[in-house]
Structures are given as C-alpha cells and as structure tokens.
C-alpha cells in the first residue's frame, strides 16, 4: 500500500523560504505525477506544483518564479523549494501522487507570517 509523508513545514516569516520533503513507501514503480496541493484555511484544496515521471513541470500562476519542485525516484521522494513566501501561501501542503489512481499524504502546515 502505497503511504506518503510529508515533512518540513513551519511557520516562517513573509520573504522567507522553506523546503517541503514528501517520502514514498509501498510503490514499486514510479509515479506518473509526484507533486504538491494546498488548502488554505476556508479554501478549497489547489495544485500547487507537480513533476510528471518525464520531468515536466506545472506550477500554480501565483508560485511561479519562486516554487520549485523536484522529484528522486531513486529514494522515492518529491521535494518543493519554496522562496520568497507571502502570507497568502500559508495552508496546509499535501504530498500527491499518480500511478493509475491518486494517492495523499496527511499535509504538513505552513504558516507565513507577516
């Protein structure tokens, strides 16, 4: 069964950067997309950015220039750079994954302060 697990979000001041780390277990191939979503509170759940198995990525328009994700299917893990953040990046950060159906981690917070 395949689990994924989110770590690294905190709470951060406006400006600053973070670095999400989402591990996966239970999966013998790679995934066709390996990515992040968010929900902000009192807001539905968004992409945020995701890498397909080739090495394309989609970001959301607001991140773009300052998010960056990046995947190791050698250990099974899908990372997001996050620079310059804005209060309004504050949510919870899923881990996402596809190989045939989708598969979540249980989020990880990350606050921005301003």
């Known amino acids: 069964q395949v689990q994924l697990v989110e770590s690294g979000g905190r709470l951060v001041q406006a400006g600053g950067s973070l670095r999400l780390a989402c591990a996966a277990s239970?999966?013998?191939?790679?995934?066709?997309?390996f990515g992040w979503y968010r929900q902000a509170p009192g807001k539905q759940r968004e992409l945020v950015a995701v890498v397909a198995y080739g090495g394309s990525t989609t970001y959301t328009d607001s991140v773009k220039g300052r998010f960056t994700v990046s995947r190791d299917d050698t250990r099974d893990m899908v990372y997001l750079q996050m620079n310059s953040l804005k209060v309004e990046d504050t949510g919870i950060y899923y881990c996402y994954a596809q190989r045939g159906e989708d598969y979540w981690g249980q989020g990880t917070p990350v606050t921005v302060s301003s």
């Open positions: 239970g999966s013998n191939f790679a995934f066709k997309l």
